[in-house]
C-alpha cells in the first residue's frame, strides 16, 4: 500500500518468501529520522540523493548506489544532505535467518557495514527487492536473495558480535531495560529504573548510553514503537496499540512510528493485513 505523507512518499509490505522479511521503498526529503534501532538486521539502497547518517558518534553520507548495512539494535538517526532528499529500498530481516538459509548453526557475525560499496552485491539486492514488490515469478527472486546473502557473508562480516559488558553492568543494564518495558504505560524517573537496576543513577545513566548508543529516554521511546508495531502486526486497533504501547494519544503514536519507521502506523497495518490475505 502506498501512501504520501508530506515530503515522504513510502511503500511498505512483507515477504514471506525472503526470510520473513519486510521491505520497504520511500522517497524523503525535508525529513529526518529520530535515533532508534531496529529489531532486525538493516539493509538500505540509496537509490537517488544522499543521506546524511550518525552512529555512535560518527558521521558519515550515504549516496545514490551505497548499501547501508546495520546490525539488528545499532542505533543510528538520518537527515537529507540537501533540498534534494534521497530516495532507497529498504530490507528489514532477521540475521539468523540469513545464516541458517546458509545452513550455518554457529553464532550470527557482525555486519561489516555501515556502507558496502559493491556494484555486483547492490544489483543482485536491486533484482529480489523490486522482483518482490511486483510479485514476480519467485523462483528466481529467491535466487537472487540467495546469491545476496552468500556474497554479503563472504566478504562483508567481521565475525562475531561484540562481547557483553562486564557481568554487573550486563545484569543492571538487564533489569533496566526490563523495568522500562514493564512500565511503557508510566512516566517513570531515572531514579526509578536506576533503583530496579542497582545502580547509582549517573552509572547508570553512562552505562546504558555506553552499551546502547542511546539514553533509557530514548530506549523507551523506541521501546513504545516496537510495543505498537508487535501489536499491529497482532491486528490489534490503532488506539488500541497507542494506549497499551504508552502513547498519550493515538496522533502521538503516529509522530513517533513515521520517525522511526518511515512510515504511519496506518500504512504497516494495511502491509501485515495484505500478508494475512
Request: proline share 6%; hydrophobic share 40%; net charge positive.
Amino acid at each position: 500500500m502506498t501512501r504520501r505523507l508530506g515530503t515522504v512518499h513510502t511503500k511498505i509490505w512483507c515477504a514471506e518468501d525472503l526470510g520473513d522479511a519486510e521491505l520497504l521503498r520511500g522517497r524523503f526529503s525535508d525529513y529526518s529520522y529520530d535515533v532508534h534501532t531496529h529489531d532486525k538486521a538493516c539493509f538500505a539502497l540509496i537509490t537517488r540523493g544522499a543521506i546524511r547518517i550518525r552512529m555512535r558518534g560518527a558521521e558519515f553520507v550515504a549516496r545514490a548506489g551505497d548499501l547501508y548495512a546495520i546490525d539488528a539494535n545499532e542505533p543510528h538517526a538520518g537527515w537529507p544532505v540537501d533540498d534534494s532528499g534521497w530516495s532507497l529500498r529498504t530490507l528489514y530481516v532477521d540475521a539468523g535467518r540469513l545464516n541458517a538459509l546458509q545452513g550455518e548453526s554457529d553464532q550470527t557475525p557482525s555486519l561489516a557495514g555501515p556502507i558496502i560499496r559493491d556494484g555486483p552485491l547492490t544489483s543482485l539486492f536491486r533484482e529480489f527487492h523490486a522482483s518482490s514488490e511486483a510479485a514476480r515469478p519467485s523462483l528466481r527472486r529467491e535466487e537472487a536473495y540467495l546469491a545476496f546473502i552468500a556474497r554479503l557473508f563472504e566478504h562483508y562480516t567481521r565475525g562475531a558480535l561484540p562481547p557483553p559488558p562486564p557481568r554487573r553492568e550486563e545484569r543492571a543494564l538487564r533489569l533496566a531495560r526490563d523495568f522500562v518495558d514493564r512500565h511503557l504505560d508510566r512516566q517513570v524517573r531515572l531514579a526509578d529504573i536506576a533503583h530496579a537496576a542497582g545502580l547509582p543513577p549517573l552509572r547508570l545513566f553512562r552505562a546504558f548510553e555506553r552499551a546502547t548508543g542511546m539514553t533509557p529516554h530514548g530506549y523507551q521511546r523506541q521501546a513504545r514503537v516496537r510495543r505498537a508495531a508487535d501489536l499491529i502486526r497482532l491486528g490489534h486497533s490503532l488506539s488500541d496499540a497507542a494506549l497499551t504501547a504508552g502513547f498519550s494519544d493515538q496522533p502521538h503514536m503516529t509522530r513517533s512510528f513515521r520517525r522511526t519507521m518511515g512510515v504511519t502506523p496506518g500504512a504497516y497495518r494495511e502491509a501485515h493485513r495484505q500478508r494475512r490475505a
